[in-house]
């Protein structure tokens, strides 16, 4: 059975640089309130390993250090139905999108939006990209492999490796 599952509200400072959008958070991170709370999600330590933010801290700590180097946080999907955590098992009639370009407005520094794998990615095409084309001439649009734990064809070294990318927007 497929149940309603609501993303969290965006996490960002008006001096952000850059976006990462991931789908929806899975069922570990929405019982914690938490992006990324799954203890084998690599996002935290990517984090870690690229903006010197300690994954032992204090999830509110992390999230304020995040921000102030220059990340937001969000989800391309609002609201859908899903079994589990699995984005393959979201129900494809059920997306509703959050309203992304209101917080671009919002962030005019932003310059890159960093997709956390390939459902994020796609989603932002069908549902946001569809109705505001320009955003693909206003912003870098990249397309990250997924930190979760069920991507497991990734080594996570060439994960980490396509991750760097998003530090030349931090500059």
Same mark, same amino acid.
């Given at each position: 059975?497929?149940?309603?599952?609501?993303?969290?509200?965006?996490?960002?400072?008006?001096?952000?640089?850059?976006?990462?959008? @991931?789908?929806?958070?899975?069922?570990?991170?929405?019982?914690?309130?938490?992006?990324?709370?799954?203890?084998r999600?690599?996002f935290?330590?990517f984090?870690?390993?690229?903006?010197?933010?300690? +994954?032992?801290?204090?999830?509110a700590? +992390?999230?304020?250090?995040?921000q102030?180097? @220059?990340?937001?946080?969000?989800?391309?999907l @609002?609201?859908?139905? +899903?079994?589990?955590?699995?984005?393959?098992?979201?129900?494809a @009639?059920?997306e509703?999108?959050?309203?992304?370009?209101?917080?671009?407005?919002?962030?005019?520094?932003?310059?890159?939006?960093?997709?956390n794998?390939q459902?994020?990615?796609?989603?932002?095409? +069908?549902?946001?990209?569809?109705?505001?084309?320009e955003?693909?001439?206003?912003?870098?649009?990249?397309?990250?492999?997924?930190?979760?734990?069920?991507?497991?064809?990734?080594?996570?070294?060439?994960?980490?490796?396509?991750?760097?990318?998003?530090?030349?927007?931090?500059?």
């Amino acid at each position: 059975m497929k149940h309603q599952k609501t993303s969290f509200t965006y996490k960002a400072k008006l001096n952000a640089k850059i976006l990462i959008l @991931g789908s929806m958070p899975g069922d570990v991170s929405i019982a914690a309130v938490q992006y990324y709370a799954h203890p084998r999600n690599l996002f935290w330590n990517f984090m870690q390993q690229l903006l010197g933010i300690p +994954r032992e801290l204090d999830y509110a700590e +992390r999230l304020e250090l995040l921000q102030d180097k @220059g990340v937001a946080l969000w989800d391309v999907l @609002g609201v859908c139905k +899903r079994s589990g955590s699995l984005d393959s098992n979201i129900e494809a @009639g059920s997306e509703q999108a959050n309203d992304i370009p209101a917080l671009l407005q919002q962030c005019s520094n932003i310059k890159a939006i960093c997709f956390n794998g390939q459902k994020a990615y796609a989603s932002f095409k +069908r549902h946001i990209l569809k109705q505001n084309p320009e955003l693909e001439e206003q912003y870098d649009l990249i397309s990250l492999p997924s930190t979760s734990p069920a991507n497991a064809s990734v080594s996570v070294e060439d994960k980490l490796n396509a991750w760097k990318q998003m530090l030349g927007y931090l500059e």
